[in-house]
């Protein structure tokens, strides 16, 4: 066993999954592509990530992360390398009642979200698919029912925790690393690997109104900002609640 593979064993506390395993064939694929990874890696932390990257990087192994695994290209999965397999960090949580702040895992999917927010009469503009996954859905826009009122998911991103390819974690909002996350994300460059998201959302309008448009800076708020494990920090508006229980968001 290599020294890599040991540091993994003992660092990693969620589930790894190797060739021949129980789990293997529906772990190793995506939704639209099959692949042959040497290990599946399925965080429970923040330092679950961390290790993973650090075990991909010392072994020299390409890193494929998946979110809600939605994502055309197949990104989410690989031939030989190693799969951080985000959906064990699925939380959301309403961090901030009174400005709507939600903070979002990077496994959750838009159902998930729409399930948590309806009863709070929240809704947060995304996809149209309650499957897709939130992180890979909102990096690389987030067009979905309420896009022309309330803009794409990533308009609505106010923060997020990150993990970088060296392992370390970073927290980007307006006010703290801005070009981390946000900028590349615009630039349609690949993601890092994302741990949680905060989002904002706001209680459905009772008259008309125009758009609003929130810049990220007047929503973000890094004192709110928490360790829990989730893999996407991200805050955005909220529409209505009705269509929010179709929307979803893909992930890598």
């Known amino acids: 066993m290599s020294s890599a593979l040991e540091t993994l064993r003992r660092d990693f506390g ?42 991909a990087a010392r072994s020299g192994l390409l890193l494929s992360v998946r979110g809600g695994g939605h ?22 949580e309403i961090i901030d009642k009174e400005r709507h ?4 895992g990077g496994g959750a999917t838009w159902g998930q ?3 948590a ?10 996809g149209d698919t309650k499957s ?38 970073v927290h980007a909002s307006a006010e703290e690393n801005p070009g981390a996350v946000l900028g590349d994300s615009r630039r349609r460059r690949r993601p890092p690997s994302f741990r949680a998201g ?9 008259s008309s109104r125009p758009p609003r448009t ?16 989730s893999p996407l920090t991200a805050t955005t508006r909220n529409s209505r609640p009705g269509p929010s229980t179709r929307s979803a968001g893909s992930a890598r």
């Not at 290990?39 to 330092?47: D, I, M, N």
């Not at 994502?71 to 959301?92: E, I, R, Y």
């Not at 702040?101 to 979002?104: F, G, Q």
């Open 71 to 92: 994502g055309f290209p197949g990104f989410g999965t690989n031939d030989g390398g190693v799969v951080t397999d985000l959906s064990k960090l699925a939380n959301v």
């Open 14 to 55: 969620g589930g790894i999954i190797e060739p021949g395993s129980a789990e293997y064939e529906s772990a190793s694929r995506s939704l639209l592509a099959s692949g042959n990874p040497a290990y599946v890696l399925r965080p429970h932390s923040v330092g679950d990530v961390q290790a993973g990257v650090r075990f």
């Open 214 to 229: 929130l810049p990220i800076h007047s929503v973000a708020d890094p004192k709110h900002h928490s360790r829990s494990t």
């Open 113 to 115: 979200v729409a399930e």
């Open 198 to 206: 905060r989002t904002t959302s706001e209680p459905p309008p009772r």
């Open 132 to 169: 897709v996954g939130v992180g890979g859905l909102t990096l690389t826009g987030g067009i979905g029912w309420k896009v022309r009122k309330y803009g794409l998911a990533l308009d609505n991103v106010a923060a997020a925790e990150v993990v970088t390819a060296d392992g370390e974690v």
């Open 101 to 104: 702040l939600v903070r979002i």
């Open 117 to 126: 927010l309806t009863p709070h009469g929240l809704a947060i503009s995304s």
